[in-house]
């Protein structure tokens, strides 16, 4: 009995991968870079994807908003080989009048290990 309901979970975590331990994402944004101009387009797009060797899956790209006062967050959605990036850019009352380029990185553990459609879109 015992090795039939081991069989089983192992059949179950094979099936359904994604149901024993989802993706984390780990999001966060990058100062100013004053190599990119700001005016040019596109106003976003991907620079890098890549797999760490500790299993992270890491994807670097841009969104361009102000130099200050902007907040950008964000999140992912994932339809097989496609992984999608969603960045939300809001902004309070006080924003600076300068625009700038700030790198978003995305870092996932716990994705399944396959290349990746990746792109980076407004969420929304």
């Not at 596109?42 to 890491?58: C, I, K, N, Q, S």
């Not at 994807?59 to 992912?76: D, L, R, W």
């Not at 850019?89 to 716990?110: M, P, Q």
Request: with cysteine; charged share 20%; aromatic share 10%.
């Amino acid at each position: 009995m015992r090795k039939t309901i081991a069989a089983l979970i192992i059949i179950l975590m094979l099936v359904f991968p994604g149901c024993v331990s989802q993706p984390e994402l780990r999001f966060s944004t990058a100062p100013c870079d004053q190599d990119m101009d700001p005016y040019a387009k596109p106003a976003a797009g991907m620079l890098d994807d890549r797999w760490e060797d500790d299993g992270t899956f890491v994807a670097e790209g841009f969104v361009k908003t102000y130099c200050g006062g902007a907040n950008i967050t964000g999140s992912y959605m994932l339809q097989g080989n496609d992984l999608v990036l969603k960045y939300r850019i809001t902004t309070g009352e006080a924003v600076t009048s300068c625009l700038c380029a700030h790198k978003v990185i995305y870092e996932f553990t716990n994705l399944q290990r396959r290349d990746y459609n990746v792109t980076l879109v407004p969420e929304g």
